[in-house]
């Protein structure tokens, strides 16, 4: 069965830090490109980073360009987000996700149940 369980969400005030991690099952993490998307309330999911397959290729939003970094281990099947600089607006609620890449977008095959993260004084 294959499942994406995000961890590592949590409250923190405006500049802090945070690392979200994704364990993958069930597949190989690294035969995919992963994401990470981001939902905040009354808003659409959006996109925050993505990674290519294999030797990955990275992309950004312009939001998070700086402040985020996105890696792998193969070893734990695993993706992870560094977040520093945290902003209120980077609030909402984190996903993972695994799948295709066409060109620079992603094509979302495999998603986490999400961890919330809220910035705030």
């Known amino acids: 069965q294959v499942q994406l369980v995000e961890s590592g969400g949590g409250s923190v005030q405006p500049g802090g830090s945070l690392r979200l991690s994704c364990i993958g099952s069930?597949?190989?993490?690294?035969?995919?490109?992963v994401g990470w998307f981001r939902q905040a309330p009354g808003k659409e999911r959006e996109w925050v980073t993505l990674?290519?397959?294999?030797?990955?290729?990275?992309y950004y939003a312009d939001s998070v360009k700086g402040r985020f970094f996105v890696s792998r281990d193969n070893s734990w099947n695993a993706v992870y987000l560094q977040m520093n600089s945290l902003k209120p607006e980077d609030s909402g609620i984190y996903y993972c996700?695994?799948?295709?890449?066409?060109?620079?977008?992603?094509?979302?095959?495999?998603w986490g149940q999400g961890t919330q993260v809220t910035v705030s004084s």
């Open positions: 996700a695994a799948g295709g890449l066409l060109g620079s977008t992603m094509i979302p095959t495999y």
């Open positions: 069930g597949f190989t993490m690294n035969d995919y490109a």
């Open positions: 990674m290519s397959n294999g030797a990955g290729s990275k």
